[in-house]
């Protein structure tokens, strides 16, 4: 890891795209951003965006949406649509693709069948499709090779891990969400050493504000210390994600 200090947390500049003005942008989330503002560009009109929950890719779908007035349909319910009709739309955003994973045999198969036909019909029209998912496609259990040989031809495109401004934004905006104040030194401290993932950031964070709120006190560098080693421990768990804006707010926090 690269080294973080407290002067990158008082230096930490505010980049936003246009449209996108709740979003942070860094390194590691650049080119996803990039890619989705220039949808004009996709090879054959067609994009899957890929990041674990909490990086912010639904909120760059959302922003999609809105830039190119696109509908958006569940993956679930993409067989009370008529395809033809939707592939003929200005663009369709099917988001948490990745959710095919969990269905069951039978639902899976036609499930898939409709987007076979989704994907046939739109390759006579004009329309922009993009799809999100926090997993590769191998994950989801696809099972007709029509349909698997279709989506690997379209573009995708990853949030990473979060780099050192991320990361220190991402713990900004939990803190400050719960009005939560942490010194310049604490910051620095958490981002030296929590594990590198946003599952890792949002459990650790949720820790710290239930210690807080049972404690009444003030939480310190040792006791931040002793939960990320029993986070380490027992590994990262995955939690109910609502996809927050990646962008740190004027905190109150005291440094």
Request: aromatic share 8%.
């Amino acid at each position: 890891m690269s080294e973080i200090n407290e002067q990158l947390i008082f230096n930490l500049n505010i980049r936003c795209s246009s449209g996108l003005e709740n979003f942070f942008v860094s390194e590691s989330n650049e080119l996803a951003v990039n890619t989705v503002k220039n949808w004009k560009d996709w090879p054959a009109n067609k994009l899957l965006l890929i990041g674990p929950p909490g990086s912010g890719k639904s909120h760059l779908a959302e922003f999609w949406v809105e830039q190119i007035g696109a509908d958006k349909i569940s993956i679930g319910d993409i067989g009370d649509h008529d395809v033809v009709r939707l592939g003929e739309k200005r663009g369709l955003l099917i988001d948490n693709i990745d959710e095919l994973g969990t269905y069951c045999s039978y639902k899976k198969e036609k499930v898939e069948e409709k987007l076979f036909y989704l994907l046939n019909s739109m390759a006579q029209t004009s329309c922009y499709f993009m799809m999100t998912s926090s997993t590769a496609m191998s994950t989801w259990g696809l099972k007709l090779p029509d349909v698997i040989s279709r989506l690997k031809t379209m573009a995708v495109v990853e949030l990473l891990p979060p780099d050192d401004k991320l990361l220190i934004a991402v713990l900004l905006k939990q803190f400050d969400d719960r009005q939560i104040k942490v010194t310049h030194e604490f910051v620095s401290f958490v981002a030296k050493r929590i594990n590198r993932s946003f599952d890792s950031i949002r459990e650790f964070v949720n820790l710290i504000d239930q210690l807080s709120l049972t404690r009444k006190r003030n939480i310190t560098i040792p006791i931040a210390s002793e939960l990320m080693k029993d986070l380490e421990k027992k590994g990262t768990i995955t939690l109910e994600s609502n996809t927050s804006d990646l962008f740190p707010k004027r905190s109150n926090f005291i440094g």
